[in-house]
């Protein structure tokens, strides 16, 4: 068609895009910077705790993640390999991943962590939006089933060593594929789980809330991890149902059972500060990806993990279970998105309907 | 009232998209002076295209009948202008389609005056006859669907209504062609709302505003008062909130009622009537002006003198757009309707038409596609849709061609408000690809209707054949 409507000069270019025109402004990068940022306090934490060992923990699973993506993602159109990066959610990965990991554990298994995080954890499903599994916890599983004894090396924070937050931990140097050596008994402590589990020895809550005790990096504070939580609900950059369902099946749960026998069972309150739980109900469970979209669906979801926590957790040969629950539970989303769909606009009404042609006479 | 903004009333999900009412809602409507030529479709409005009434050649009067329905969904159309019939023909429809149109010169020398016709009184008229009327005025829902008026009041039988819901809730960004018709004359609103109420025979109306437009509310309440309506009408302000102008959401927000899936606001006892349509019945009886000419806002960044505009129908967009001093050199793109729901235009020169409420020109901030990534999920576009559907499963359905799965979950439910490619954070064109699926999907079931009815009209043949045969053969035998 002519374009004659418009000024003289040079015709601009018209479009023919269909509505709507207005866009809320939200992006995926952003809602992934949004979770960086709540990511990062806990990392500084982690750094206050146990020292530079902590950065170069997460650096290393963090790179093994990016270079991954980088490597082995499908190329945009047209785009440089690097532009997949832009998008935030490898880094992510890395990030979280390098959290739920022991200060002292040696690098090359940090970055293969990431390797196989984004590599058999995402790309291998399609890549973004496609992964059934959390893919930071697919890197964690693997590397608790590869290295069970690093993985569960933990160290003393950083206050135990003399306070000095540039002492490196030797374990994080072993090379390529070696163990380190084993570590001095003075440098290891057991987490609380592990005390609660084996010695049946609790921890004071305070140490729980502040984090000053042995446990995977990002695991330690719960305070820190529940304001992250509170700033991304604020941002609504994830749905709170999750967080919620988990917090509140995991103290009923355990609440009971300290209620039946206090000597036997953990109280409520420890069973929530200690070890990965907050990290894993805050960060983990609540990525989109691996968790139902349907609200009713997310209630079930958090409710299913937080019955795994406490089962795993008690009865179970481990001390701790949320990597496990998360995880099972992602392989569950997809069966309780389908059953949890809500009902479309009008067919509660249109089924009302239905029922009262279909009743012979009922009610007349 | 306004100051309860947050207790007021709303439906469930639904957007907030930002107003940019700014720029027009405190203009005067103006009066379009008249242009050279017309363009009239034949079909501006839902239902069968209207049968012409006059021949190329033929002189006309403003406000005379120029083509009669073509059916009883279907309305009467009338010439916008005095002057003289050039063509019936293909014409370009704002879709892209071509239509059959009549084509108007007018006449430079009239003084274009409307064709006179005595005032009818509504109340005493049978139903038959009222209904009769209304579609002889030629009107149409003036909210977008433009669906005839007349058809919503004949009830079929067995219905009931019980409400009239009255629509000034105007949602769509940009427009304010109902908010100024509020403003300026809720005494004509307030009259037609009278004569439909009585047809109705109902026990209430409302008359659903947003808080964003306190001025006509406050008009509105005004005008009830003054005409003495206050037990029947109510003016029911509401949270503003998109798409609550979609008559479902309407009823939702004001009475809390869900509209059976696939039915009609009559299902739940209701019919609903955008504002602008009140005061057409009030200018049809009592002015005899029939529904030749509409207030459209022309408006958006891209226009040089944003305005509210009473345009006879059929004036090209291109004569209006001049009107308002063009387009700034920025404009990229054009649209017929709002921002949310628009038809996006080709070219120029296509006609308003009974339901065009604005005329948007948009830069390039406003068509720039956004950047895409793969759907994570996030639900956004759950939580917006109004009709409770899954917006998210229903893109990835559709890039995967799969129409069947698509109508299990509920495509058909979607009224296409465009609320989750608002709220896509992945840049995705939800709505777009669900629209895709639709047609599809349609196509697929006109595709495999048609098959049964060739195997069926195959099985009959050849059963027919059989039967004849054996006829014969029995024929055959007797003889023998």
Not at chain 2, 418 to 440: D, E, M, N, W, Y
Request: aromatic fraction near 6%; glycine fraction near 10%; include cysteine.
């Amino acid at each position: 068609m002519s374009e004659s409507g418009m000024g003289g000069g040079r015709q601009p270019r018209w479009v023919v895009q269909s509505a709507p025109f207005l866009r809320q402004g939200v992006t995926t990068p952003g809602l992934m910077r949004d979770v960086l940022l709540a990511v990062a306090p806990v990392l500084v934490m982690a750094v206050l705790y146990f020292g530079a060992s902590a950065l170069l923990v997460c650096l290393a699973a963090t790179l093994g993640a990016v270079l991954t993506e980088a490597a082995f993602a499908p190329r945009l159109p047209g785009r440089s390999r690097f532009a997949r990066l832009t998008d935030g959610s490898a880094l992510l990965t890395g990030v979280l991943l390098g959290l739920t990991l022991p200060p002292a554990l040696p690098l090359w298994m940090a970055f293969l962590g990431g390797v196989v995080g984004i590599g058999l954890g995402k790309l291998i499903w399609g890549g973004l939006g496609h992964n059934l599994f959390n893919p930071a916890l697919v890197g964690r599983a693997f590397l608790q089933a590869a290295f069970p004894l690093s993985l569960t090396t933990w160290s003393v924070p950083s206050r135990a060593l003399g306070g000095n937050l540039w002492t490196l931990r030797a374990g994080n140097f072993a090379w390529p594929l070696m163990q380190p050596a084993a570590q001095p008994d003075a440098m290891t402590a057991a987490t609380p789980l592990n005390l609660m589990k084996f010695d049946h020895q609790a921890t004071a809550l305070a140490d729980l809330l502040r984090g000053q005790i042995a446990g995977s990096l990002g695991e330690t504070s719960a305070a820190v991890i529940l304001l992250a939580g509170i700033f991304l609900v604020a941002r609504r950059a994830f749905d709170w149902r999750i967080p919620a369902a988990i917090l509140t099946t995991v103290a009923a749960f355990s609440g009971v059972l300290w209620w039946l026998a206090p000597q036997r069972y953990p109280s409520p309150a420890f069973m929530l500060l200690s070890g990965g739980l907050m990290f894993g109900a805050v960060f983990m469970a609540t990525d989109p990806v691996t968790s139902p979209l349907a609200p009713r669906g997310a209630w079930i979801f958090g409710a299913g993990v937080g019955v795994l926590v406490v089962l795993i957790r008690v009865w179970g040969g481990m001390p701790e279970g949320v990597m496990y629950a998360i995880l099972l539970m992602n392989g569950a989303a997809p069966l309780i998105e389908r059953v949890t769909q809500q009902r479309a606009f009008g067919h509660r009404a249109l089924a009302a309907r239905k029922a009262k042609a279909a009743a012979p006479g009922a009610g007349r | 009232m306004s100051s309860l903004s947050t207790l007021a009333a709303s439906f469930r999900h639904g957007i907030h998209p930002s107003e940019h009412k700014e720029a027009t809602e405190g203009l005067a409507i103006q009066r379009m002076p008249f242009v050279e030529r017309y363009v009239l479709p034949l079909s501006m409005h839902t239902g069968a295209p209207c049968r012409p009434l006059v021949a190329v050649g033929d002189a006309v009067e403003r406000g005379q009948v120029i083509a009669e329905p073509g059916g009883f969904v279907s309305t009467t159309l009338h010439s916008p202008v005095t002057g003289k019939v050039v063509a019936l023909g293909p014409r370009r429809y704002p879709n892209g389609n071509l239509v059959q149109a009549l084509e108007i010169e007018i006449d430079p020398f009239s003084p274009q005056r409307l064709l006179p016709r005595a005032p009818v009184d509504p109340f005493p008229l049978s139903d038959d006859e009222f209904v009769t009327e209304v579609q002889r005025a030629g009107l149409v829902g003036l909210g977008g669907a433009a669906f005839p008026t007349h058809v919503k009041y004949k009830p079929p039988p067995g219905k009931t209504v019980t409400r009239l819901v009255v629509n000034g809730c105007e949602c769509e960004p940009y427009l304010t062609t109902d908010h100024r018709l509020m403003v300026e004359r809720p005494d004509a609103i307030l009259r037609g709302i009278a004569i439909a109420a009585h047809r109705l025979r109902v026990e209430e109306t409302v008359i659903g505003v947003e808080l964003n437009k306190p001025d006509a509310i406050r008009a509105l309440e005004g005008a009830v008062v003054k005409a003495g309506a206050g037990d029947e009408v109510r003016v029911v302000p509401l949270r503003v909130k998109y798409p609550q102008g979609a008559e479902k959401m309407l009823i939702e927000a004001v009475y809390g009622f869900e509209v059976p899936s696939g039915g009609l606001p009559l299902d739940v006892g209701c019919v609903v009537n955008n504002v602008g349509t009140m005061a057409g019945l009030t200018d049809w009886f009592d002015g005899g002006q029939p529904l030749i000419e509409r207030v459209v806002t022309v408006g958006g960044p891209g226009v040089e003198r944003p305005a509210n505009l009473l345009v006879p129908v059929g004036t090209p967009v291109r004569a209006v757009l001049d009107h308002c001093g063009g387009l700034k050199a920025a404009t990229r793109e054009v649209v017929m309707g709002g921002p949310m729901m628009g038809q996006p235009l080709a070219g120029l020169d296509v006609p308003v038409l009974k339901g065009t409420s604005g005329l948007l020109a948009f830069t390039e901030a406003e068509t720039r596609l956004p950047a895409e990534y793969t759907c994570i999920k996030c639900g956004r576009c759950v939580d917006a849709c109004p009709q409770f559907l899954n917006p998210s499963r229903l893109q990835r359905l559709a890039r995967a061609g799969r129409w069947d799965e698509v109508e299990r979950w509920f495509v058909n439910d979607c009224v296409e408000c465009g609320s989750c490619t608002f709220a896509c954070p992945s840049g995705i064109p939800v709505v777009q690809l669900i629209r895709v699926a639709k047609s599809a999907l349609r196509e697929q079931k006109a595709k495999e209707k048609a098959e049964a009815q060739a195997k069926e009209a195959e099985a009959k043949a050849a059963e027919a054949k059989a039967a004849q045969t054996t006829a014969s053969a029995a024929a055959a035998g007797g003889q023998g």
